[in-house]
Structures are given as C-alpha cells and as structure tokens.
C-alpha cells in the first residue's frame, strides 16, 4: 500500500483519481482550498485524509506532502477565460502552487510527482494531430501557467532528481464536473443546459473542433504515469485521439437527452484554441496506455449522470 498525495482532490478530476487510488488499496490525502472543489465530491468515498489549505502557502504545501510516497497535482484554477479576465489569481493557484508543491516533493523524497498538464499549451499548431515534439505556443495565460508549470517539473526531475511526469489533458469531461459557473466545461454546461430544455450557448461559429476525453481514461493514464519506467521527465499527451465540433456534440448530446431546443450563438472567447487533437502514440509506448472509454459511451454516462445524481448536486 503506497501513500498518495491527491492536490484538487476534491475537483473534478481529482476526485475521479482518489476514488481510484482507494478502491485499489493505497491511503490517500487530498489536500483542496475548495475553490473550485467541493467536499461533496469525496462523500462516498471513505478513508481519505482531507487536508483543507493553500498550495500557494509553503508551509501547507510542506503538511500535505509529508510522509507522501507519490503526489498526484490536480489542483489549480483550470480555465481559459478565469486566467484571461484575472490572470493574477490564475498564476497564483497554477504556478506559485505547482512551484510549492515541488520543492515540498523534493524536501519530502517523493518517489515521483505527476502534474496535470493542459492541451491548451499547444495553442494554435498548423497540423493535427499535435503531438508532444510541437513548440508550445499559449494563448491565454492559463495555458502559458501550465506550460511553466510542465518547464518546473523537468527542471526540478533535472537539477535535484526529483522523477517528473506532466500529462497534458484534452478537455475531460464526466460525472461530478460543475456546471454551474460561466468557467466551466462546455459537456457540462450543455449536459445541464439541455436537461432543463434550456438553449445552450456556443462561442464562435460552433466549427471549433476538442478531443473530448472521458475522465475515466485520464484516471488510467495518470496512474499509468506514476510506475512506467521511462516516463520520468516527459510530457505526455492522454486523450482519445479523435476530434469533434461543437455543433455536433450539441446535436449529439440533444439527441441523447432528447431536447428540442436550438442553440445560441455568442462571439467566440479570446484566448480560444481553434482546433484540438491528441496524438496519443507516446501515452501508448510509454505508459501502455489505451483508451478504455469511448467517446460516445462517456457522454452516455456522463449525460445519465446529469439526470440523476448531478440534478440534486447541483442543486
Ligand atoms: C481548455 C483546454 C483544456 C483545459 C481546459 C480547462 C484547449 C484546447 N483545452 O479547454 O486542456 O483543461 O481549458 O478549462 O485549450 N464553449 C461554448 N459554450 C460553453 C462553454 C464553452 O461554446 O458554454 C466553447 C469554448 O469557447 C471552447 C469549447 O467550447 O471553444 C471548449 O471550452 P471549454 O470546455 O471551456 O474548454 P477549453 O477552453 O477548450
């Protein structure tokens, strides 16, 4: 039985990863200021440590640390437009955080430290797939934090040995994802949208094309990251590989739902990638890493979810 560290534990994603790490037996702290988590997100999860605090106070960050044989760094303010309206706030959570929470990974002798990187970083490449050898090329400040944030890590893995590992996630999207601030991820927002025949709202022309990821799959390959020998100092790409519009995820998802509601159009966002494909060749040598959910079957449980339980959630 190991002992994991869980940042954001009570996000989205994060919570996806505690879940997980329990049900195969490791002890788990999370440690969350539940900006944007919620503890809910963990109560039918039992036995997790819950640490409640700031990653961008050291001192907390060398509390949750302690006694930790892998830390797992999901927390962060994960959205485009939040960094572009205060970019102040946005730096503070993913840089300050992700710099503290690795020198408390070096000081504790962590064996390995896994980051949850962003596609965003890529920005707008002239060809797709964008595999990991492209240049970055950020367009919002949230997406330049996360290209720091992955620089940190190989320097860190470089000059003090700390093993490293960055995964670049292409828009994740499952149960217990909020949908209830203008920040958040656009399946949520049309999930929540369209299950109360609400008109959802598309920024741009609706032809901008994301790699919808089902969280399930960015669980295994995380945890993939954490024992793969020759992931130590890489950036990996963990998505599907596929690509789809907006509009057609709108025509997807009001088909499942069985809506009858047209979208409404609004100018697109500034700091908006156009075009979003993994090339997930790297995740599968290095990681042995395939998708294990599809695209289709994830929205399936995603919408049911929203239905169900997400109705009294987000209520
Ligand atoms: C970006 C990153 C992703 C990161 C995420 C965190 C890229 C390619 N991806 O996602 O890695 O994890 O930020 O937030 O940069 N939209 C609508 N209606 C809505 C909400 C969004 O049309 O109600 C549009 C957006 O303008 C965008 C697309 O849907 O074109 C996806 O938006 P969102 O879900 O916010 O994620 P990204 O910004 O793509």
Not at 2 to 31: C, K, P
Not at 241 to 249: A, D, K
Request: proline share 5%; hydrophobic share 35%; charged share 25%.
């Amino acid at each position: 039985m190991d002992h994991y560290l869980v940042t954001g534990g009570a996000g989205f994603i994060g919570s996806h990863l505690t879940e997980e790490l329990i049900r195969r037996g490791h002890q788990v702290r999370v440690a969350d200021n539940l900006s944007t988590g919620k503890r809910a997100n963990l109560d039918h999860v039992s036995g997790v440590e819950f640490l409640e605090g700031d990653l961008a106070d050291l001192d907390f960050a060398h509390r949750a640390v302690r006694g930790c044989d892998y830390v797992l760094h999901q927390a962060a303010i994960p959205s485009v437009p939040r960094s572009v309206k205060d970019p102040i706030a946005s730096n503070r959570a993913n840089v300050d955080g992700t710099l503290n929470v690795l020198i408390a990974s070096r000081d504790a002798g962590v064996k390995r430290l896994v980051f949850a990187g962003s596609s965003s970083a890529y920005g707008n490449t002239p060809t797709l797939p964008k595999h990991e050898d492209m240049p970055s090329s950020p367009l919002s400040p949230y997406a330049l934090q996360k290209v720091v944030g992955e620089q940190y890590l190989q320097m860190f893995t470089r000059l003090y040995g700390l093993e490293t590992v960055s995964i670049r996630y292409f828009n994740v999207f499952g149960p217990r994802q909020d949908p209830s601030s203008p920040y958040s991820g656009v399946i949520s927002a049309f999930a929540s949208a369209l299950i109360e025949n609400r008109s959802p709202r598309i920024y741009g022309d609706g032809e901008q094309t994301r790699d919808f990821t089902y969280v399930a799959n960015v669980v295994d390959g995380v945890l993939r990251a954490t024992e793969a020998p020759r992931a130590s100092g890489e950036v990996i790409n963990v998505a599907t590989g596929g690509r789809i519009s907006l509009n057609e995820l709108f025509r997807t998802m009001r088909d499942l739902v069985g809506a009858s509601v047209e979208p409404t159009y609004e100018e697109s966002r500034t700091g908006d990638v156009r075009d979003s494909q993994a090339d997930i060749t790297k995740a599968r040598t290095i990681l042995n890493y395939e998708p294990i959910v599809s695209f289709e079957e994830g929205l399936r449980r995603t919408v049911e979810w929203y239905r169900t339980a997400g109705a009294t959630a987000s209520a």
